[in-house]
Nanobody
Framework: QVQLVESGGGLVQPGGSLRLSCSASGNVFSINVMGWYRQAPGKQRELVAVITSGGSTNYADSVKGRFTISRDNAKNTVSLQMSSLKPEDTAVYYC??????????????WGQGTQVTVSS
């Protein structure tokens, strides 16, 4: 079995910063893409940022220049540094990883979600 455990959410004022982290553990052989998605109340889940094992990144237009995604392949972790936060960034943030298991199967896994609230 595989687990993704997130940490780092919370309440922050507009213009502030937060750092989210996610760690994958369990029956992991390799991880291709890791990323962060978010879902605000009444809205669909949307991509925030993804990063490949080679370090290529892709960001939603709404977060470009404010958020930075990074990963540690040796530790199977991915982080999201969020700066200049806006109220519209308020959402539950989910970690996602495309994992190849030791038996060769590949599938997507999700974390439990962490709440980020940007408010004064």
């Amino acid at each position: 079995q595989v687990q993704l455990v997130e940490s780092g959410g919370g309440l922050v004022q507009p213009g502030g910063s937060l750092r989210l982290s996610c760690s994958a553990s369990g029956n992991v052989f390799s991880i291709n893409v890791m990323g962060w998605y978010r879902q605000a109340p009444g809205k669909q889940r949307e991509l925030v940022a993804v990063i490949t094992s080679g370090g290529s990144t892709n960001y939603a237009d709404s977060v470009k220049g404010r958020f930075t995604i990074s990963r540690d392949n040796a530790k199977n972790t991915v982080s999201l540094q969020m700066s200049s936060l806006k109220p519209e960034d308020t959402a539950v943030y989910y970690c996602n990883a495309r994992i190849t298991l030791r038996n060769g199967l590949r599938r997507d896994y999700w974390g439990q979600g962490t709440q980020v609230t940007v408010s004064s």
